[in-house]
């Protein structure tokens, strides 16, 4: 056997499970089986039009070529602004950087600060992402199970007993992909009040499902809550999940000077500037008409409250409401120890997943993907019929087992 040519940085990680998820179903489908998706983590509406024009328009005017590394004068206005106004927060323009999807953000704020073996605190259940990110910068992933009965919420407590002299960053993600929760102001100001004695911890707020939320409220940025922290804190949006846009890839970074800086850095030598068209129809998305951003929400809402309460009349599954997203974390320990009709017993989340699958063409996501089991995440970011169907054959399979 010839050594691997692959590095032991990118070896450690593995490609995102719920693409491989989807892969499975698509391939499934492709052989003629009727399959219900409910894997994909990406709106189901099409980008609205006038953000679409403002793209022609762009190429129309020759907006076709490099941009300054940390993206357009206009786009970064467009997110000082929106940051002000939605968010209570002010930046420099030089405090904001544009990135090729809130993925590349995040990613390369690991790449610039972590040295081998420092630790990130990755609150579970998290976006399959984070702890992959994380080694691929030869960090160290700290995960913290947060328990359905704390509201799959990071507690004061558990933070401090995780925080050790190698911790470099606490990782928050509001409205959580894949449960939903959100934090409040309370929440986030006893948060950091730990935060307040480990002045060596950066904090890193994942916005991106900010506005899809289910109780009318506005999401509460840590900042809001702790403006102390603003100097050792990074902020990442985008608006692939808020405008439909996931595959324009623009996202941003807002935070002090120095890291954003280094992240201008890193991008000019490594990805470059995000795409200049691209560039010029976010600037439209934050700027323009947020009609499409109140009506979406009121159709996630509706699938939302009429799925979550056909999954919680299943013996045998529960789920708590998500406060926002786009996703029910099904609780599934009920079916664990059952028996298929085919005989095996059903021994943790990804053999239920699997049953699912094999038995009614239904595709989800298993609990172990995002640390912690058992659960299964199901995305509303589909047709209400085809959650209808979804829920019905679901119902049909856990049925089936003794
Ligand atoms: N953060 C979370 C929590 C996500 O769920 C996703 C996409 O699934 C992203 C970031 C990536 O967003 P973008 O499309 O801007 O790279």
Not at 32 to 41: C, E, K, Y
Not at 64 to 84: N, S
Not at 351 to 362: A, H
Request: glycine content about 8%; proline content about 5%.
């Amino acid at each position: 056997m010839t050594e691997s040519r692959i590095a032991e940085r990118v070896r450690r990680i593995k490609p995102s499970p719920s693409t491989s998820a989807a892969d499975r179903a698509n391939e499934l489908r492709r052989q003629g089986q009727s399959i219900v998706n409910l894997v994909v983590g990406e709106p189901d509406f099409d980008t609205p039009a006038h953000i679409g024009r403002a793209a022609a328009a762009a190429i129309e005017k020759g907006a076709t070529r490099y941009t300054l590394m940390a993206g357009t004068v206009e786009l970064r206005q467009a997110i000082v602004a929106k940051l002000e106004r939605e968010n209570g927060l002010r930046y420099a323009l030089n405090e904001i950087i544009a990135t090729s999807g809130a993925k590349s953000a995040i990613y390369s704020a690991f790449a610039i600060t972590l040295q081998a073996g420092d630790e990130v605190i990755i609150p579970a259940p998290y976006w399959v992402s984070y702890p992959d990110m994380v080694l691929a910068n030869d960090g160290t992933p700290v995960t913290l199970a947060c328990p359905e009965s704390a509201g799959f919420k990071l507690t004061p407590a558990q933070l401090e007993a995780a925080i050790t002299p190698r911790t470099r960053w606490l990782l928050i993600n509001s409205p959580s992909n894949p449960t939903g929760a959100s934090y409040t102001l309370d929440e986030y100001r006893a948060l950091a009040e730990v935060l307040a004695h480990h002045p060596q911890v950066l904090v890193m707020t994942d916005d991106i499902y900010e506005h899809i939320r289910f109780d009318g409220q506005r999401t509460p940025h840590l900042l809001n809550a702790a403006p102390e922290l603003r100097e050792r804190t990074l902020a990442i949006n985008g608006v692939s999940k808020t405008y439909a846009m996931t595959g324009w890839r623009i996202g941003w970074a807002a935070g002090p000077r120095d890291l954003v800086q280094a992240l201008d850095t890193l991008l000019s030598q490594s990805t470059g500037n995000c795409c200049s068209v691209s560039q010029a129809a976010a600037a439209a998305a934050l700027n323009g008409d947020q009609g499409f951003v109140t009506e979406s929400v009121a159709v996630y809402r509706q699938r939302r409250d009429r799925t979550l309460a056909r999954i919680n009349a299943i013996p045998g599954l529960s789920c708590r409401a998500p406060d926002g997203a786009f996703y029910l974390y099904v609780n599934c320990a009920g079916l664990i120890g059952k028996t298929t009709p085919m005989g095996t017993q059903l021994a943790d989340d990804g053999e239920v997943v699997m049953y699912l699958l094999d038995r009614v063409g239904v595709a989800v996501v298993a609990g172990t993907a995002y640390g912690l089991s058992p659960y299964f995440r199901l995305s509303i970011a589909t047709s209400i019929e085809a959650l209808d169907e979804g829920c019905e054959r679901i119902a049909r399979a856990v049925a089936a087992l003794t």
